[in-house]
């Protein structure tokens, strides 16, 4: 039935379609027209005399006298009244917007259209000295729009909180401090709408100004969601100062709140040092600046101030060629998230277990989850149980969850523990999943996209499993699961796919390096037997630039190119024929990889050499062709090296480099 209606509708759409834009209804005029006696009647055209219309195009009949009142001008717009003002508001006339006022005194508080009143626009537009002069006619309680039936709903001050306007915030404020208290449609303060919105001048102007008591009504509401946001965005300065207010916020899920701020915390490892990665460079500017905590005040006020000091002044200059600006702001927030971290891992001992298991244990899984090492490290060093949380749905401790996510920073404070790490590697999940279990099903594609094509991905797979199965009990490589599988069964099953798929790309790069490689053996062969300049016929063949320099470095060149691209063609030879099994991808085949494609490098290099010399050798007079020559050559080389070193360096530092596990991590437990 549902097929046939189907069918049915797509049937009518199709005429739809076909039928003419310009065909219009087929309507009868009666006797007599329009009311006017006058004009006679219009027959109908019987169908055997009707004209022939390819286009199908019949004449237009009206079937019955329009209503006069339908022709009559009526004009529908509730609002039209105000267009003029709203026109004024828009274009910035502050005179047409007095002329206008000065007529329509009661205008001053109505909706102009839909969505706004004229105070709204006015500050939607950001205008503030038609807001100046609106304020100067409004009393405090018409600054709050009226209640009707426009579904959206805002103040002025959540207006201007997520433009930034601190001008019209001013203003605004003075006229009437209530509108700090008052949320907008969405259920939020201004202060709340400011931080969303990344207003990081305005949220602290706003905070500062807006009552304690506002944030800690109605169970800490405003409260909460004010922190959680704050460290989302992190406007760390504000959260402290939060935190010092009340320090159950941090610990205390709302029940209209989905998340909490703690959880917020542990979800952010770009807030501790931990989660960022500094050059060379920025490591020395970081160790090098002494950084002092702003104070809320200081901050909320504009930066006026700071950017008149000395040390603003050389910071400023400095940043344009060393980024020590960048460096000093990454620094205050690692050490305000350091010291908002120690205060709430203070105040979670207060906790009891039920309480704690609803929210900290919570939050350290997803620190897990997200590979947040200062955010455990800290936590589970104030209380040492919390290192026992587990997921409720399935059991895992955060170890485990730390094999399951792929988080090797997580993972690898398990060499810096006492002898309770055995205890941890001998945990298991519901389903009977020990550790090297979890290391044999594949990672999480979002943790896997970070490794450069599919041999890498094989490889980071193996490395993990390897690892796990080194410092795990041995009787969990035989132990089995209760789907009766060994981790190594797993792994197999779990990763056929992917060894597929690095199987094809090792040997469709290995054809096609081989094929250049092949290549250059050919020309470099031929070019030792036509040497530049000729033999000596006379003299048993010798060529007559025997002695030059230029001819020399052609035929070393050339002999390391026609060498090297033969040892490359052999290494990719052995890609081609290897038997790809797991343990390949390891070492065996990277290496293979590697060597083909920097003996490669080094054949195609030698070979614009080599190229370059016979030139040099047989336009020795010339010496206007070397500069272009050597430009020119250098060209492939470098081409070769940008578009291939990203994945020789990639393989070289993931199979060769010190590893993404850290074995020598101190004691921090």
Request: one cysteine or more; charged letters at 25%; glycine letters at 4%.
């Amino acid at each position: 039935m549902a097929m046939s209606s189907n069918y049915l509708d797509a049937a009518a759409l199709k005429e739809t379609f076909r039928r003419s834009p310009f065909k219009f209804a087929n309507t009868k005029v009666p006797q007599g027209g329009l009311g006017d006696s006058s004009i006679p009647p219009i027959k109908e055209a019987p169908e055997d005399e009707a004209p022939n219309d390819d286009l199908n195009i019949q004449t237009p009949f009206i079937e019955s006298a329009l209503s006069a009142s339908r022709l009559h001008e009526k004009n529908t717009n509730v609002y039209y009244d105000y267009i003029e003002l709203s026109q004024g508001i828009s274009q910035g006339r502050v005179e047409a917007v007095k002329d206008f006022l000065n007529r329509r005194p009661d205008a001053v508080d109505e909706w102009i259209n839909f969505y706004e009143t004229p105070l709204l626009k006015a500050c939607a537009c950001g205008k503030p000295e038609i807001v100046k002069e609106l304020l100067r006619r409004m009393t405090p309680e018409q600054m709050i729009p009226k209640m009707s039936q426009n579904a959206s709903y805002h103040t002025p001050l959540t207006v201007v909180a997520v433009s930034g306007n601190m001008e019209i915030a001013e203003v605004l404020i003075t006229k009437n401090p209530k509108l700090l208290e008052i949320p907008g449609n969405n259920g939020q303060i201004p202060v709340v709408v400011a931080v969303e919105n990344t207003q990081m001048e305005m949220a602290r102007y706003l905070y500062i100004r807006t009552p304690i008591q506002v944030l800690l009504d109605e169970d800490g509401y405003h409260g909460s969601l004010l922190f959680l946001n704050a460290i989302f965005y992190k406007m760390l300065d504000i959260a402290l100062d939060l935190f010092s207010l009340c320090k159950r916020l941090a610990v205390t899920k709302h029940s209209e709140i989905e998340s909490i701020p703690i959880i917020v915390l542990a979800s952010k490892p770009d807030l501790f040092p931990g989660g960022c990665s500094l050059g060379p460079l920025e490591r020395f500017i970081y160790s090098w600046l002494e950084v002092k905590l702003p104070t809320l005040p200081e901050a909320s006020r504009s930066d006026k101030d700071q950017r008149n000091t000395l040390m603003r002044k050389l910071l400023k200059l400095l940043t344009k060629w060393s980024g020590i600006d960048e460096v000093y702001r990454m620094k205050v927030m690692h050490l305000q998230a350091e010291k908002l971290l120690l205060g709430i891992s203070k105040e979670t001992l207060k906790m009891g277990l039920k309480e704690r298991s609803e929210t900290v244990d919570e939050a350290l899984l997803f620190a897990v989850r997200f590979g947040n090492v200062d955010f455990l490290v800290e936590m589970i060093k104030n209380n040492s149980e919390l290192m026992w949380s587990t997921r409720t749905s399935s059991s895992s401790t955060l170890f485990l969850l730390a094999v399951e996510f792929r988080q090797e920073k997580v993972f690898s404070l398990l060499y810096g523990l006492d002898d309770r790490k055995h205890l941890l590697l001998a945990d298991k999940d519901c389903y009977g999943n020990g550790v090297l279990h979890l290391a044999g099903y594949p990672s999480p594609p979002s943790k896997l996209s970070n490794v450069v094509g599919a041999t890498l991905q094989m490889q980071r797979e193996l490395q993990w499993f390897k690892e796990v199965e080194r410092i795990a009990p041995e009787i969990e490589k035989e132990r089995v699961n209760t789907e009766e599988q060994t981790p190594s069964e797993i792994f197999t099953k779990e990763h056929e796919s992917l060894r597929k798929d690095a199987e094809k790309w090792m040997k469709d790069t290995a054809m096609s390096c081989s094929l250049v490689a092949a290549l250059i053996v050919t020309v470099t062969f031929a070019a030792v037997f036509t040497v530049p300049g000729g033999t000596d016929d006379g003299a048993k063949g010798k060529p007559f630039h025997l002695r030059d320099r230029p001819f020399v470095t052609f035929v070393v060149s050339d002999l390391i190119s026609c060498f090297a691209s033969c040892t490359s063609v052999l290494i990719f030879l052995g890609i081609l024929t290897a038997r790809y099994s797991f343990e390949d991808f390891l070492v065996s085949l990277p290496t293979k990889m590697i060597a083909g494609l920097s003996i490669l490098f080094v054949s195609i290099a030698a070979m614009l050499i080599a190229f370059s010399s016979a030139l040099f050798t047989m336009f020795s007079d010339e010496k206007w062709i070397v500069p272009p020559t050597i430009l020119l050559a250098c060209f492939p080389a470098l081409l070769f090296v940008l578009l291939q070193y990203p994945l020789l360096k990639e393989m070289i530092f993931s199979t060769y480099g010190k590893g993404i596990f850290d074995r020598n991590m101190k004691c921090w437990s």
